[in-house]
């Protein structure tokens, strides 16, 4: 099969989405594909070149500001469909993270263009990426999650609705870009500040001490749960993407019901969002067992850190026959459309 695997882009997320998409064509590879590496920022990565991106690697921190900007002057992204590797792909792996590959900006491209992709449509990745949007959606569903207020606001009404410490982030954007743990109410506007660096909306959201859990969803099935223990109090950009940095447990240590009642949430989360394919929900669940949906992540991770691979493999699924598989629902959804 003719597979291209988008990557790289021009978001906060540039090293990891890499990262991932380079992994994932050597996986699609092995099992005897075509594979083509596409950089959105920069055009087709000749295989020759593969090597010396790879190893590039990620960094402790995600790509500046500055140098993201360049690349947006670059960008292929409004002429994606007509692009030859693109065209010609039976279908398009996306392992693309955050900004306009993760928002439904690309997918809705894709779409006019009739070209085939993994993953989740325009709409609903819309609304995933918009933290406030989605939140409002798994209430809806009956899935909770964490009190939040929308900036600006003032430091006294976070202080009197939500209570201290909070969490502030951009609300469309991932892997903790620009998020910061507020524990003051003198700290609440520079945080403010460094999270409107990365989207034009800013959540404050409380903060709920307990375990970090995760599961992953592939198709229409909740892979096993699994637990993060990061070595900093939240599971920053560090610990996610620096080896060492966090301890992952798959399967987590729960009971048996315990699992299974949050692999149901997960299930009604995705569901509320209209996720296809495949997807990844975060929880925090507090010492009295109750848990709240963070959010829901329409392209996860698929570097070696990265946790749905690692939930697939605790269910028996390798990492090459997670990506084929992944490429064989986006072939099939679209054979229904």
């Given amino acids: 099969m003719r597979i291209t695997v988008l990557m790289g882009g021009t978001s906060a997320e540039r ?14 590879r092995s099992r005897g594909h075509d594979v083509t590496a596409f950089d959105t920022a920069r055009g087709v990565i000749k295989r020759e070149d593969e090597a010396g991106v790879a190893a590039g690697g990620m960094k402790v921190k995600p790509p500046s ?13 409004p002429s994606l469909g007509t692009v030859p590797a693109v065209r010609d792909a039976e279908v398009v792996f996306l392992a693309l ?13 894709l779409d006019l263009s009739g070209v085939r992709y993994t993953g989740s449509g325009h709409l609903s990745s819309a609304l995933a990426m918009d933290k406030d949007l989605s939140k409002q959606l798994f209430r809806a569903a009956g899935v909770m999650t964490a009190d939040w207020l929308m900036a600006p606001v003032s430091p006294a009404q ?14 469309k954007q991932g892997s903790t870009v620009g998020l910061t743990l507020v524990r003051t109410s003198e700290e609440l506007m520079p945080a403010v500040k460094e999270a409107r660096r990365y989207d034009d909306e800013v959540m404050i959201e409380a903060y709920v001490p307990g375990r970090e859990l995760t599961v992953s969803v592939l198709g229409d099935q909740a892979l096993p749960v699994g637990e993060i223990i990061p070595k900093h109090e939240i599971y920053d ?27 149901a949430l997960a299930l009604r989360a995705y569901r509320a969002l209209k996720l296809s394919g495949y ?3 975060d929880f925090r669940r507090r010492n009295d067992g109750v848990s709240f949906c963070l959010e829901a992540n329409t392209l996860p991770g698929m570097t ?13 699924i390798s990492f090459s026959e997670l990506c084929e598989r992944i490429v064989y629902l986006a072939m099939s959804a679209a054979d229904r459309q």
């Fill in 15 to 28: 090293d990891v989405s890499i990262a991932s998409g380079l992994r994932i064509v050597q996986a699609l």
């Fill in 65 to 77: 500001l500055e140098d993201l900007a360049t690349m947006e002057r670059t960008s292929l992204s």
């Fill in 97 to 109: 993270h955050g900004g306009q590959g993760e928002d439904g900006t690309i997918q809705a491209l």
């Fill in 158 to 171: 976070v202080a009197r609705e939500l209570g201290l410490p909070v969490v502030v982030k951009p609300s």
């Fill in 237 to 263: 950009y560090e610990c996610k993407y620096t080896a060492g940095m966090a301890v992952e447990e798959f399967p987590a240590t729960l009971a048996r019901d315990e699992a299974e009642r949050l692999q």
């Fill in 279 to 281: 997807g990844r929900i």
């Fill in 304 to 316: 070696e850190l990265s946790l749905m691979p690692q939930a697939a493999q605790a269910a028996g």
